[in-house]
């Protein structure tokens, strides 16, 4: 099936030690976007790219940084984790123009904990 | 600006009980309106949508009909189950911005 893919599901990591969350998709969707949820909270977007192009939410910290190397993988990078980046980062792929309304398919999250 | 509405949960229901969650939406244009669903533990599914006034979307036994006179999206199911327990979004999208505004979402609890 087709499908949008985190990895890992749970990631543990220290204050201030870099990590990386990886989505990948089978679907060939061209946009791709990363939320971030805390608990009993909607999900906020980040960024997304539409193909190779990267639009940054203008709230989005600069500790978060994004990586798309080709159509199917994007990466999610924090710098330096404080305990305030504690939460569930959601990836979502849509097919279709900039700017269309097309379904966005989530995938099932990673959710990370910071020490 | 946008915005989406929810009412606030949680709402707890018997099993076969009749499910309605309110949604209203602000919004400047002529947005595309969603319904998501998150079980616990897992990202968010989509579970109907509407693009335009006055179309109902629906899937397993779910319904709701963009409402433009009243701004709203209101979510119903006729008889819920105790596997329908998650946290239900309401969200918006416009056809020039790429994104989804979400509501806060309201945890529905189905109880045997």
């Known amino acids: 099936d087709a499908m949008v893919i985190q990895n890992p599901r749970y990631q543990v990591t220290q204050f201030g030690k870099p990590v990386t969350l990886s989505c990948s998709q089978t679907l060939n969707h061209n946009v791709m976007y990363w939320y971030q949820q805390k608990s009993s909270q909607a999900p906020k977007l980040l960024f997304h790219?539409?193909?190779?192009?990267?639009?940054n939410e203008a709230d989005t910290p600069d500790n978060f940084q994004s990586r798309r190397p080709n159509t199917s993988f994007c990466f999610l990078d924090i710098r330096s984790p404080g305990l305030g980046d504690a939460a569930m980062y959601l990836c979502?792929?849509?097919?279709?123009?900039?700017?269309?309304?097309?379904?966005?398919?989530f995938g099932p999250g990673t959710r990370l904990t910071v020490l | 600006g946008d915005s989406v509405t929810q009412m606030e949960g949680p709402v707890t229901l018997s099993e076969e009980a009749f499910l309605t969650i309110n949604c209203t939406y602000t919004a400047t244009g002529y947005p595309s309106l969603f319904w998501y669903v998150q079980y616990p533990g897992e990202g968010l599914q989509l579970l109907l949508k509407?693009?335009?006034?006055?179309d109902k979307g629906s899937n397993k036994g779910f319904e709701a009909t963009y409402r433009k006179e009243t701004t709203s999206f209101h979510l119903e199911k006729g008889s819920v189950q105790v596997s329908d327990s998650a946290v239900y979004f309401c969200?918006?999208?416009?056809?020039?911005?790429?994104?989804?505004?979400f509501g806060t979402g309201t945890r529905l609890q189905v109880f045997p």
């Open positions: 979502a792929t849509r097919d279709g123009p900039s700017g269309g309304v097309g379904t966005q398919y």
């Open positions: 969200a918006l999208s416009y056809y020039n911005t790429d994104k989804l505004i």
């Open positions: 790219y539409y193909d190779k192009d990267f639009n």
């Open positions: 509407a693009t335009k006034a006055d």
